[in-house]
């Protein structure tokens, strides 16, 4: 959990820095971000769920799979690894997602995959760590670093709610290069995660 005076810090410095993130911060109040404490594989088995699907899709299958294996709050290795691939492809998940959720599964229950070992890592090092594990992208680490490790200073280039964010506020919904985008999120240093937030209010804000 991050503590409240620090998200503070971190809007009064985005406010200071930008214009645009100031009114965000005006229009869509406090930022929640790390206001709890989520499960490691929890998030990482949500992010593996989530890919290339919609919100409202991703939230149907996790409900199906939470159901399945009677998960409440969170789910579990040890659940994961009691059902059956049929059933876990039954509840919508590819035959990929199916594999790589009983490995990582498998991984954090044995230990192999220790995810205090990568709370103890810098950002570039433990991106490169979750990046190896299986059907775990860069985006999918960077999901991670945010919302299982509540790190402050994380900025995907591969989440299109975010670029779609950026390039509304900042080129009339054109759209901009990396380059360009990386120039504007770079104001935001050392609280991206925090700008990330107020950015996926606009993205949701157009749904």
């Known amino acids: 959990?991050?503590?409240?005076?620090?998200?503070?810090?971190?809007?009064?410095?985005?406010?200071?820095?930008?214009?645009?993130?100031?009114?965000?911060?005006?229009?869509?109040?406090?930022?929640?971000?790390?206001?709890?404490?989520?499960?490691?594989?929890?998030?990482?088995?949500?992010?593996?769920?989530?890919?290339?699907?919609?919100?409202?899709?991703?939230?149907?299958i996790q409900g199906r799979v939470h159901a399945l294996v009677g998960a409440r709050t969170r789910l579990l290795p040890a659940q994961v690894l009691a059902a059956s691939p049929e059933d876990l492809r039954a509840c919508g998940l590819s035959n990929a997602k199916v594999k790589w959720l009983i490995e990582i599964a498998r991984r954090v229950d044995s230990g192999e995959l220790d995810f205090r070992k990568v709370a103890r890592m810098d950002d570039a090092s433990a991106l490169v760590e979750l990046d190896a594990l299986p059907g775990v992208g860069l985006w999918t680490a960077e999901m991670f670093l945010m919302f299982a490790m509540n790190r402050l200073d994380v900025f995907s280039l591969g989440d299109v709610g975010l670029r779609n964010g950026v390039n509304r506020l900042f080129n009339a919904g054109g759209k901009l290069d990396e380059h360009a985008t990386l120039e504007v999120v770079g104001r935001w240093t050392p609280y991206r995660s925090v700008a990330s937030w107020y950015l996926w209010r606009v993205a949701d804000a157009d749904l």
Do not use: W, Y
């Not at 890919?51 to 991703?58: F, G, M, P, V």
């Open 1 to 60: 959990m991050i503590k409240r005076e620090l998200i503070a810090a971190a809007e009064k410095h985005l406010a200071r820095q930008c214009p645009q993130m100031r009114r965000l911060i005006r229009t869509h109040g406090p930022c929640t971000f790390g206001e709890r404490r989520r499960d490691p594989f929890d998030v990482l088995a949500s992010s593996i769920i989530s890919q290339q699907l919609s919100t409202k899709a991703a939230n149907t």
